[in-house]
């Protein structure tokens, strides 16, 4: 439909070095190849996210209780845990801004980065949730830990299934004033991670 | 009209006239240097990780058509609006036109240097789009209206006060706010209603995936997910050059952009898009603008395998400083003085000069591209050119005549040998006065080496030989 | 073998006594040394500024200098990298080809060809800095870089350490560029001397009471940065030191 689609591409193809001389190396799995909680967890508090801190007889609501006191609109998108709101009932993606703690299952966590996966299968479609509530709680299985990037693309397939796939790396941070150390600049404020099984 | 080129050691110097936000500005990045050191000591695959990051651009490159069809073919499969823009023009009319069809009036994005590069903003504003960057370093630079410094760190020539100032001046705060904490909790609380309230979204890409028909964001603010999630309408914009083949090359790129950049292990989000969101619309512009021009320049086309780490600015010791700004062109530092030249030959003739081609860049750069190579090479480029100052151009010329003729070459020494209390005169042309500007002159000798030569050596062989 | 010694401009006009001492050195350790009393320059600031094509009259005029020696050895690591890794401004005839492959900076000759392992007439009791210059460090690659995390070393250090007395300071960037970079030292005079002037500031607050390098035209830069910003520290060519200079 578009004459400079066609034109980029004769270009390119006038221009471009020779195929030949430049093959696709394979895929390769580098790396610590550790999958462990341990690694999981150091890699996650240098990213600035925690583990919800989880005391005799405590049930996720209590620790989420205890955690953010302050709380007033804690939002599920799991089954197993109530809140005050589930996911679902939020019509619009604006909605999400009153949330102020969002508790997400994710699929795998990697244990080189500390990241944890969420898609739209987990946030019900609502994505906007994960960036406007103002803290989330993650419930992770130490099974579906990934060692690295590389296991991690090579063998989850959300990566080519989701439309909207975000691995999440701690709180959202910055830095960019005077190169002081932010976390929760405009995303949330903070990553939780709470470990069942 | 003719473009003067960029004066870059003239803004150097007036950056490094205030000591307060040089010293700043050199100890911030050579941290950020020092920090992607201590994570490269972590990986005993570093080096690995950077010939296959290098091999993988290299091979996408050199097959980009096929990838760019695939990824097309892909994306469209996955309910992406795919647009291609020839130049800045082409990119802009087609944001300005998807805009006008939804009505949208305010747009929130994220950090892009390709929609910098097309100079978007300039051609929205005007159309009445209200464009607010979310980035808070980008932020920053928009209320300032000053193009980004840095390409990962936009606002880093800028210390506590600069914002505070600038933020009382647009968001009502307090102008003596000493905090970055507090400066940022208001840059939050600024921009959400902005978030909330946007028609549309737009985005940049780090990554494009031909394989999933997917794009890979990555930031450390979540401003990005902020951009694309909540209003109903995401726009990528999108370099041609971004492709990777497969997701599973995506492991190599992850791993070592944020280490060279930030010398942080990975940013905060990396965001894998691979169609709209429930009830939104998806659009992706790929963006030529030069690129397959480029491509084809058999010295430089591997300038185009960048993954805008800004590792090289960061380690680059000219860079440190002068200033991002020093530059005068979206693309700074090392990256940019073999970058811009290819946007316009005579206004950036300058940047490869401005360069001591220590090569530290060509070191850091994670794809291995040979930036301090193609300086060197630029500045050929240039000189055949013609795009050399005049008086440089004569003082090469007459220099390597000289340089041909010992006999003249030395009695232009010599003419110093007689009171060597002066430099020699070929060295003493005007072009080369600013030397003792901040520097003293070399000491005078007694003696050339020639000289020395002459007297202990020929003479003493001689008479050896005489003797014998 | 029959050595062709090579001595820059600059070294020629202003520093003799690295020329000196480079000379006399190769004589104390056996070797036959010959400085061609015709040659200029190498080629490198033409070349180096984009005018290729000036360069090649000082290329040529090398060539026929220096095509008849079995090794060429000059104390510069700058020029050492232009003849071997830039010098195509004339055509690669045989005699060009044979004067790059075996032109060598000074400490790679004694550290690689020679392979010095005694120094018995040299004490420096004094604590240096060294310098090892854009040209040797990231071209020639007589020591490892910080940028690639590669295991340590320095072909300079392993020379200097065979010094009586000597002993290293140890700046805090010791591989950042002292902002010389040839003509960029005029044309883009004020991030130059800044450069020089922060390089000379580490080396001296490391409590170095010396710069040592393979290099003088960074120390020629670095010395006119320090005389100017009252920085106590003096200069030395790694020659000078090798050869006996005892300050």
């Known amino acids: 439909m578009s004459t400079s689609r066609d034109a980029i591409l004769t270009r390119l193809r006038d221009n471009r070095p020779d195929p030949k001389a430049h093959p696709l190396p394979p895929v390769a799995r580098l790396g610590d190849m550790d999958n462990g909680q341990a690694r999981f967890e150091n890699s996650l508090q240098i990213l600035g996210g925690q583990v919800l801190e989880r005391q005799e007889g405590d049930t996720l609501a209590t620790a989420i209780a205890r955690r953010f006191p302050d709380s007033k609109v804690i939002c599920s998108a799991v089954p197993d845990f109530e809140g005050t709101i589930r996911i679902e009932e939020l019509g619009t993606p604006q909605q999400a801004a009153s949330v102020d703690v969002l508790v997400v299952r994710s699929p795998f966590g990697i244990a080189e980065m500390g990241s944890i996966y969420l898609s739209e299968a987990q946030l019900q479609d609502l994505n906007s949730a994960a960036h406007l509530t103002q803290h989330i709680v993650v419930i992770l299985s130490a099974k579906n830990l990934t060692a690295n990037m590389h296991t991690a693309y090579m063998d989850r397939p959300e990566f080519h299934t989701a439309n909207y796939g975000v691995l999440m790396s701690g709180p959202s941070a910055t830095a960019d004033i005077q190169g002081v150390l932010i976390r929760g600049a405009q995303g949330v404020r903070t990553l939780s991670v709470w470990w069942e099984d | ?468 | 073998m029959k050595i062709g010694l090579f001595i820059p401009c600059y070294i020629d006009a202003f520093y003799p006594n690295a020329g000196i001492a480079t000379l006399e050195l190769l004589e104390k350790l056996g070797q036959d040394v010959e400085y061609p009393m015709n040659q200029t320059c190498c080629g490198q600031p033409m070349a180096n500024s984009g005018c290729n094509k000036d360069a090649a009259a000082a290329e040529a005029l090398f060539v026929k200098n220096f095509a008849k020696y079995d090794a060429i050895v000059m104390p510069s690591g700058s020029c050492t990298h232009h003849v071997r890794d830039n010098f195509d401004a004339i055509e690669q005839t045989d005699d060009v080809r044979h004067v790059r492959e075996n032109t060598f900076e000074l400490v790679e000759f004694l550290h690689d060809v020679l392979k010095v392992q005694d120094f018995p007439w040299a004490e420096f009791p004094h604590k240096v800095g060294l310098h090892n210059s854009c040209g040797t460090l990231r071209a020639l690659r007589t020591a490892s870089m910080s940028e690639l995390g590669e295991p340590f070393f320095s072909k300079p250090m392993d020379l200097l350490g065979k010094v009586k007395g000597i002993s290293f300071a140890t700046p805090k960037r010791p591989d950042e560029c002292c902002g010389f970079g040839g003509t960029f030292s005029v044309t883009e005079e004020a991030v130059s001397a800044k450069m020089g002037t922060d390089k000379v500031r580490d080396h001296h607050q490391a409590g170095a009471e010396y710069i040592v390098s393979a290099d003088t035209s960074c120390m020629m830069h670095q010395q006119g940065c320090a005389e100017r910003a009252g920085v106590p520290i003096r200069f030395i060519h790694i020659a000078e030191i090798l050869n006996g200079a005892r300050e």
């Open chain 2, 1 to 468: 009209m003719k473009v003067k080129p960029v004066n870059h050691a003239k803004a150097a110097e007036a950056f490094i006239e205030d000591t307060a936000h040089m010293d700043f500005h050199d100890e911030r990045l050579w941290d950020l240097r020092q920090k992607r050191d201590g994570q490269m000591h972590i990986l005993p695959e570093w080096q690995e990780l950077r010939a296959r990051a290098s091999a993988i651009k290299e091979h996408t490159l050199a097959n980009l058509p096929e990838y760019l069809e695939q990824f097309e073919a892909n994306a469209k499969k996955n309910g992406i609006h795919v647009h291609w823009a020839a130049d800045g023009a082409e990119h802009n009319r087609i944001v300005g036109e998807i805009l006008e069809k939804h009505g949208a009036k305010s747009l929130i994005k994220s950090k892009s240097m390709v929609t910098e590069e097309c100079c978007m903003r300039e051609y929205l504003e005007p159309r009445g789009v209200v464009v607010t960057e979310t980035d808070l370093g980008e932020r920053i630079q928009q209320l300032d209206n000053q193009m980004p410094s840095h390409i990962v760190v936009p606002a880093v020539h800028k210390l506590i006060p600069d914002v505070a100032k600038i933020f009382a001046e647009h968001y009502h705060t307090d102008p003596n706010d000493n905090s970055a904490q507090s400066l940022a909790w208001q840059q939050r609380l600024a921009a959400r209603p902005v978030i909330l309230s946007a028609d549309a979204g737009m985005t940049g890409g780090n990554f494009v995936v031909a394989e999933t028909g997917s794009f890979v964001v990555c930031t450390n603010e979540g401003n990005a997910d902020l951009s694309a999630t909540v209003p109903g309408l995401h726009i990528a914009t999108i370099g041609i050059e971004r492709l990777v083949p497969r997701m599973a090359d995506m492991g190599v790129f992850i791993r070592l952009l944020s280490r060279s950049a930030l010398g942080s292990p990975i940013t905060q989000y990396t965001t894998h898009f691979r169609g709209p969101q429930k009830g939104s619309e998806m659009h992706v512009v790929l963006v030529d603008n030069g690129r397959s021009h480029r491509l084809g320049m058999e010295d430089f086309w591997t300038s185009l395998k960048c993954i805008r780490c800004g590792a090289c600015m960061n380690t680059c010791p000219v860079y440190r400083r002068s200033g991002g700004l020093s530059y005068g062109a979206v693309y700074s530092g090392p990256i940019g003085a073999i970058i811009d030249p290819t946007f316009n030959e005579r206004k950036y003739s300058t940047l490869p000069f401005a360069s001591t081609m220590n090569g530290s860049c060509t070191n850091v750069c994670p794809v291995k591209i040979n930036i301090h190579e193609q300086l060197y090479k630029w500045r050929r480029v240039l000189a055949e050119h013609h795009e050399l100052p005049f008086v440089k151009r004569e003082v090469m010329h007459m220099a390597g005549k000289l340089m041909g003729q010992p006999t003249l070459y030395r009695a232009a020494i010599n003419g110093t040998e007689v009171a060597l209390s002066t430099m020699p005169r070929f060295v003493l042309y005007n072009w080369l006065n600013p030397w003792g500007k901040h520097r003293e002159l070399p000491h005078p000798v007694k003696q050339t080496f020639h000289s020395w030569y002459k007297q202990n050596r020929l003479k003493t062989k001689k008479k050896e030989g005489e003797s014998a």
